[in-house]
């Protein structure tokens, strides 16, 4: 392997260099709002001229609060992660079903209950831009539902509460029994 470079919008790149392909200055973008557990804000997505998402910005209600700013950061390193070619189903995968509040009912029927706001965003995102071949990001159509990994005991679940399923009806967390 040489001193190859690469040329990108008329900057010379050495070879093996992450490339950041950028938004253009205008460009189109839809504005979603959305309601998580009483929990308000917009998500606006900006698409390159090709049609997909090149980044996400997310504006809550509650301004200034910490949920805000942890919020406004993963929007800006979706955005760079996005600008830089990771696929938008990795994306999504990775941050879809991830739970810490706010969480609740988001009133979108496809979503139903958001574990957290990044879980909201992620599935959103899935169902909005990612063809319905991949896995309902909501797990509408699994089986069976998702249990404890069968190498933690009891004791290591904290009182036998797990990352469980939860509830279709209500939201709430569905509770395994210990089997002992």
Not at 24 to 30: G, S, T
Not at 38 to 54: A, H, N, P, R, S
Not at 102 to 129: C, H, M, Q
């Amino acid at each position: 392997m040489g001193n190859t470079t690469t040329v990108v919008d008329a900057v010379s790149v050495p070879a093996g260099q992450p490339v950041r392909r950028r938004l253009p200055d205008e460009r189109k973008a839809i504005v979603h709002h959305f309601n998580v557990g009483g929990y308000e804000g917009y998500l606006t997505v900006g698409f390159y001229e090709d049609g997909t998402v090149g980044e996400i910005f997310i504006t809550t209600a509650k301004e200034g609060s910490t949920v805000s700013g942890l919020m406004d950061c993963f929007a800006t390193a979706m955005s760079l992660a996005l600008q830089y070619r990771v696929p938008l189903k990795v994306l999504c995968d990775k941050f879809s079903h991830t739970r810490f509040e706010p969480s609740g009912w988001s009133g979108n029927p496809e979503i139903g209950y958001a574990k957290s706001l990044t879980d909201y965003v992620a599935r959103y995102l899935a169902l909005k831009f990612l063809p319905r071949t991949s896995p309902s990001p909501t797990g509408a159509e699994a089986e069976t539902p998702a249990t404890a990994p069968a190498h933690l005991s009891g004791d290591e679940l904290g009182d036998g509460q797990a990352d469980a399923p939860a509830c279709k009806e209500c939201g709430a967390i569905t509770v395994i029994p210990n089997p002992s």
